[in-house]
């Protein structure tokens, strides 16, 4: 009886530890990592760091810079993205562009959560990296209207309010704000049509405006 009783009170302890959700990581990010850590990349590379919106982009292509890293991770949040930034931020790189939010989001994760790991990112690149430029991209918001992934629906005030509360933060001059909305998005605030295949995941050429814009404000070379 008294043997019962305690696996009874074990399991009820372990409860809320097996409850709890894996906030990053999976077989995806765990092989993607892996391949990042075996490429290693340059001192003083130009680094894009977000999800799978990022990862699509063939940024050494389209920047024509030299020491581009791309460390996008289809699939990957803030959580995941704030715990391989240390072993990137060991190269010293000179630029890192931002992108992420968009599946914390539909994951069930706050704005406010949201919006602290990424403070957390970029106060953690000014301590460990001070000369790096830092550039957070806004939050793409999908096109409900051909969104092919009922999840991350509905989901647009949300986004909207994290941009706004990031732009306020690039404002005290930690980072660079970049605004991509008049870039990819429609009079809405959503996502053209024309630059989606599933309503979030671009084409190439949003990836060439994309581009283009961070020329056109200096971010990259011409």
């Known amino acids: ?10 399991s009820l302890l372990l409860l809320p530890a ?17 391949a990042h850590q075996k490429e290693g990349m340059t001192r003083g590379a130009i680094v894009w760091l977000g999800d799978s919106l990022t990862e699509q982009g063939w940024w050494d292509y389209l920047s024509r810079e030299k020491g581009i890293a791309n460390r996008g991770i289809g699939g990957d949040n803030t ?7 240390p072993e990137i931020l060991e190269f010293s790189p ?7 939010g968009v599946n914390d989001l539909s994951a069930g994760y706050s704005v406010e959560e949201i919006y602290e790991n990424i403070r957390q990112i970029i106060e953690m690149i000014r301590e460990r990296v001070p000369a790096c430029e830092i550039y ?38 930690v980072a660079t704000w970049v605004d991509l ?17 599933d309503g979030i995941h671009l084409h190439p050429e949003a990836y060439f405006l994309w581009a ?3 020329k056109k404000m ?4 011409k």
């Open 79 to 85: 959580y995941g993205m704030l715990n391989r930034l």
């Open 212 to 214: 283009g814009y961070l």
């Open 181 to 197: 909305t008049s870039i990819l998005h429609n009079q809405e605030g959503e996502l053209r049509e024309e630059l989606t295949k």
């Open 18 to 34: 097996l409850a709890q959700k894996q906030k990053f990581g999976g077989d995806y990010y765990d092989c993607r990592l892996a």
């Open 218 to 221: 200096n971010y990259l070379r």
């Open 94 to 100: 000179r630029k890192i562009f931002f992108m992420g």
């Open 136 to 173: 957070i991209q806004s939050v793409i918001t999908p096109n409900d209207k051909v969104l092919a992934y009922s999840y991350i629906k509905g989901k647009q005030a949300q986004m909207r309010d994290l941009n706004q509360r990031l732009e306020a933060l690039c404002s005290t001059g």
């Open 1 to 10: 009886m008294k043997r019962l009783l305690l696996v009874a009170l074990t």
